[in-house]
């Protein structure tokens, strides 16, 4: 079992030296590698007690498990890329913009499972007066986390501390998994094939377990749906799920749930006291189109985009499915914000509107892969002071420019059929700046933009429409 020391070569003075040269280079490796694992374990437990400092400022009492702690302690490793590019935060800010929504997520979680006027105020804390969440509204949104068997509402807390990171990802490929670079595919891709990697894993239930990849469901994004961001493919997986009889009520409620805390917490990050993001109008829309998605109980077949974008354009007082879809993606939700988006689609002419509503029945029925931050690029064009008329021109004519381009990529193989047009890129205030200027001198045009391989729509100061594409 062990080499006989005997045997050593010491004739020349090479052999034992050699030997006692190793153990000195061992010794000093074992040195440096607890090093590495003392400042690891240090980084941790600064972690933790950070964690814990700022769950007890603004949410109280600190009750978080070990396993969840290790869960969000990979979130400050990642590199986090977000629709809040133009926000000034410092690196660890924006570091910790996850760990801050998902905690954001469980705390508003709790406060509709409780569902009582304490809960309600807590959790409208913060909300502007003009848009607050009615409690009557909070009730019925609180009845649905209520209705929850104990494992979907475990499986919708486990939601809350799962996302994307760069540790999620090595783990993955040691696991020798093929996963998404996008988020919630990601999600998908891992609940479903390597669930263990994530340390909360080993502390749910079975039944909860068994719910989780309807938690994280395929191609179904329901914020997406809420803005009208992707076609009529949107819905395809629940449809075909429901009418095969392969998704249950209650893996379409628990689905459904997930979603309304992602959405309840999706500015957790900027406020730290209740939901900021889901007042009353947010709230009203979400119902609706939950309305329109419990048809297809009814109606496998039931089109979900078209009574959706019905219901938002009798809230807006607009005459067409196309202004009703703007409407959605611009976040107005006003009879007085509906007229004077009206007001701009009268006024582009005939041949435009015509053009526009083209465009808006080829996007319904062709979009397969939904585009992502389009709804970023209208946020910051209102932040820039852009009248409603200047947001629905300035992001007709850069959808208008590149969606057809991005179709003919797709289909001559140099972007991928999986990659989403993205507007990430073109949300950020310094391009569109640029874009504003050359709108109000009235030069913009189709040969500003560009689309690189990533999908991701590109300001194209040479004015060349191209596929730019990345070294592979």
């Not at 494992?151 to 696991?175: G, H, L, P, Q």
Request: proline share 2%; net charge positive.
């Amino acid at each position: 079992m062990f080499r006989n020391p005997s045997n050593q070569k010491t004739s020349n003075g090479i052999g034992l030296n050699t030997v006692l040269l190793g153990s000195a280079v061992l010794g000093a490796v074992g040195v440096i590698g607890f090093s590495i694992f003392k400042k690891n374990q240090q980084a941790k437990s600064r972690f933790a007690t950070q964690l814990k400092d700022y769950h007890e400022l603004h949410y109280g009492k600190f009750d978080l498990s070990k396993l969840v702690v290790k869960q969000l302690s990979w979130l400050p490793e990642t590199v986090i890329h977000t629709s809040d590019s133009n926000a000034k935060l410092s690196s660890s800010d924006k570091f910790n913009i996850e760990v801050k929504r998902a905690l954001s997520r469980w705390n508003n979680l709790k406060l509709l499972q409780e569902g009582n006027q304490t809960a309600y105020r807590n959790f409208v804390l913060k909300q502007p007066e003009s848009e607050k969440l009615n409690f009557a509204t909070f009730q019925i949104i609180s009845q649905l986390i209520k209705n929850l068997s104990p494992s979907a509402y475990e499986a919708v807390t486990a939601s809350c501390f799962i996302t994307m990171t760069d540790k999620a990802k090595r783990f993955a490929r040691e696991e020798g998994i093929a996963y998404s670079e996008d988020s919630e595919k990601f999600l998908t891709d891992t609940i479903t094939k390597c669930p263990s990697i994530y340390p909360l894993w080993d502390e749910i239930s079975s039944g909860a377990k068994a719910l989780m990849p309807y938690v994280f469901l395929k191609d179904t994004h329901a914020r997406h749906m809420l803005y009208t961001e992707g076609g009529n493919n949107m819905f395809a997986v629940l449809k075909e799920g429901i009418k095969n009889r392969q998704i249950s009520k209650e893996q379409y409620e628990v689905w459904f749930c997930r979603w309304l805390i992602n959405i309840v917490g999706f500015r957790g990050h900027v406020e730290p006291a209740g939901s900021i993001y889901f007042t009353q109008n947010t709230a009203d829309c979400l119902m609706d189109l939950k309305n329109e998605l419990d048809k297809l109980w009814i109606n496998s077949d039931y089109d979900v985009m078209e009574g959706y974008l019905k219901k938002r354009a009798e809230r807006l007082k607009v005459k067409s499915l196309f202004l009703s879809h703007l409407a959605s993606q611009m976040r107005l939700y006003s009879p007085e914000e509906g007229a004077e988006l009206q007001k701009w689609f009268d006024g582009i002419g005939e041949e435009m509107r015509s053009k526009y509503e083209a465009e808006f029945r080829q996007f319904c029925e062709q979009t397969k892969i939904t585009s992502t931050y389009g709804p970023a690029v209208l946020d910051t064009l209102r932040d820039l002071g852009c009248s409603i008329a200047e947001r629905a021109e300035i992001y007709s004519l850069i959808r208008s420019s590149t969606v057809a381009t991005y179709q003919q990529a797709i289909e001559s193989g140099k972007v991928k059929s999986d990659t989403p047009l993205c507007f990430r890129s073109m949300a950020l205030k310094a391009n569109l700046q640029q874009i504003i200027e050359q709108y109000r001198a009235g030069k913009i045009s189709s040969e500003d933009f560009s689309i690189k391989s990533d999908g991701d729509i590109q300001l194209d100061t040479k004015h060349k429409l191209e596929i730019r594409m990345k070294k592979q």
